[in-house]
């Protein structure tokens, strides 16, 4: 609703975007944009971003925006310890609002994004709300645009609802969230002692707790994907290396787009045996072949698709860096987990 629309002579309930963020100068003031074009009345904003001490300017752009857009309360905290679930919580404990909206550096969220979480947690149909990311390339180049073909692909993400889209439903997680104070007073905040995979965490307590975690595709934000195939490799390994040890709490969770674990570990005993066995040999290039194969005809349709023919190649890297960092770190986790013993 716009600052004239006759909704805003009411009270609306305040509602706190919290995000976390860390060396995010790039990206930082779209988010912030994005944020003061909400439907929403300014007045029932507040923005806490948690910093984890970015060294490159992000403080700065976040200064000279708040100078510039003095009716959107913005504010800073500090994030020592870094971690995203960390910079939540800090960013949380200085919300003062009845609903919490949880956003990332990275995201640009639709102009009705907030009053469409609102609306659907008033609504009663779910506990955690959130909808769904259309990825963009998060810079210039083939990588950048293969990646963020290869992030909302079924071969990449499997069935992740928030990536692929489909009817408004219940769902196991969301991307980022909505819901009200009370949530984390029940259930309590978001856990520390994981680095990565926060968000499912959380929604598993949601669930587990009787809620109900709702995935609206309505509720629309543009999430700008990893520049370079680097990047990606680290992002996945790190959610290999910590969903290890989340499923440890909550095996039930698991689901079968997790099974890049399981596909790596394959490679390695086939490619061990093979130095002995001819059969093991065969069965690792045969497994080889038809992922090769299986990765680039989904890279051939989607640059046929996009008429971007840098994609025929670079959608199976981008796909391979995710299936093999997310899978080796997955081992990784569990191995040391078990060495840890």
């Given at each position: 609703m716009s600052e004239n629309n006759p909704r805003d002579s009411d009270n609306p309930p305040l509602v706190s975007i919290?995000?976390?963020?860390?060396?995010?100068?790039?990206?930082?003031?779209?988010?912030?944009?994005?944020?003061?074009?909400?439907?929403?009345?300014?007045r029932a904003l507040e923005v806490v971003i948690a910093d984890g001490m970015s060294t490159d300017g992000t403080r700065e752009e976040i200064l000279a925006f708040m100078v510039s857009h003095p009716d959107l309360e913005v504010r800073?905290?500090?994030?020592m310890t870094g971690t995203i679930p960390a910079g939540l919580n800090r960013a949380i404990e200085a919300a003062e609002g009845t609903y919490i909206v949880r956003l990332d550096a990275h995201s640009k969220p639709y102009t009705d994004y907030v009053e469409c979480c609102v609306s659907d947690l008033e609504a009663g149909l779910g506990d955690n709300v959130g909808g769904v990311w259309e990825i963009q390339p998060g810079g210039d180049?083939?990588?950048?645009?293969?990646?963020?073909?290869?992030?909302?692909?079924?071969?990449?993400?499997?069935?992740?609802?928030?990536?692929?889209?489909?009817?408004?439903?219940?769902?196991?997680?969301v991307p980022f969230g909505a819901y009200a104070q009370t949530l984390v007073e029940?259930?309590?905040?978001?856990?520390?002692?994981?680095?990565?995979?926060?968000?499912?965490?959380?929604?598993?307590?949601?669930?587990?707790?009787?809620?109900?975690?709702?995935?609206?595709?309505?509720?629309?934000?543009?999430?700008?994907?990893?520049?370079?195939?680097?990047g990606?490799?680290?992002?996945y390994w790190r959610y290999g290396y910590w969903k290890l040890r989340m499923l440890r709490r909550y095996p039930d969770?698991?689901?079968?787009?997790?099974?890049?674990?399981?596909?790596?570990?394959?490679?390695?005993?086939?490619?061990?045996?093979?130095?002995?066995?001819?059969?093991?040999?065969g069965l690792v290039v045969l497994?080889?072949?038809?992922?090769?194969?299986?990765?680039?005809?989904?890279?051939?349709?989607?640059?046929t698709q996009e008429k971007d023919v840098a994609l025929s190649c670079g959608v199976p890297l981008a796909i391979a860096t995710m299936h093999f960092s997310w899978g080796t770190a997955f081992l990784w986790s569990l191995v040391s987990s078990i060495i840890g013993k």
């Amino acid at each position: 609703m716009s600052e004239n629309n006759p909704r805003d002579s009411d009270n609306p309930p305040l509602v706190s975007i919290v995000v976390p963020c860390y060396n995010e100068q790039a990206t930082i003031r779209l988010l912030l944009e994005a944020i003061y074009t909400q439907t929403t009345p300014r007045r029932a904003l507040e923005v806490v971003i948690a910093d984890g001490m970015s060294t490159d300017g992000t403080r700065e752009e976040i200064l000279a925006f708040m100078v510039s857009h003095p009716d959107l309360e913005v504010r800073v905290v500090d994030n020592m310890t870094g971690t995203i679930p960390a910079g939540l919580n800090r960013a949380i404990e200085a919300a003062e609002g009845t609903y919490i909206v949880r956003l990332d550096a990275h995201s640009k969220p639709y102009t009705d994004y907030v009053e469409c979480c609102v609306s659907d947690l008033e609504a009663g149909l779910g506990d955690n709300v959130g909808g769904v990311w259309e990825i963009q390339p998060g810079g210039d180049g083939w990588q950048a645009r293969s990646i963020a073909v290869a992030a909302a692909h079924p071969l990449g993400v499997g069935d992740a609802r928030y990536r692929i889209g489909g009817e408004a439903q219940a769902v196991d997680t969301v991307p980022f969230g909505a819901y009200a104070q009370t949530l984390v007073e029940r259930i309590g905040a978001y856990d520390e002692s994981l680095h990565s995979n926060e968000d499912y965490e959380f929604n598993a307590r949601v669930r587990e707790s009787g809620g109900v975690v709702w995935m609206n595709p309505a509720i629309r934000t543009v999430y700008f994907a990893r520049r370079t195939l680097g990047g990606l490799a680290r992002q996945y390994w790190r959610y290999g290396y910590w969903k290890l040890r989340m499923l440890r709490r909550y095996p039930d969770t698991f689901r079968w787009r997790q099974l890049a674990g399981v596909f790596v570990l394959s490679f390695l005993v086939l490619g061990v045996l093979g130095i002995w066995s001819p059969l093991a040999r065969g069965l690792v290039v045969l497994e080889l072949v038809v992922y090769v194969l299986v990765l680039l005809a989904a890279g051939i349709q989607r640059a046929t698709q996009e008429k971007d023919v840098a994609l025929s190649c670079g959608v199976p890297l981008a796909i391979a860096t995710m299936h093999f960092s997310w899978g080796t770190a997955f081992l990784w986790s569990l191995v040391s987990s078990i060495i840890g013993k």
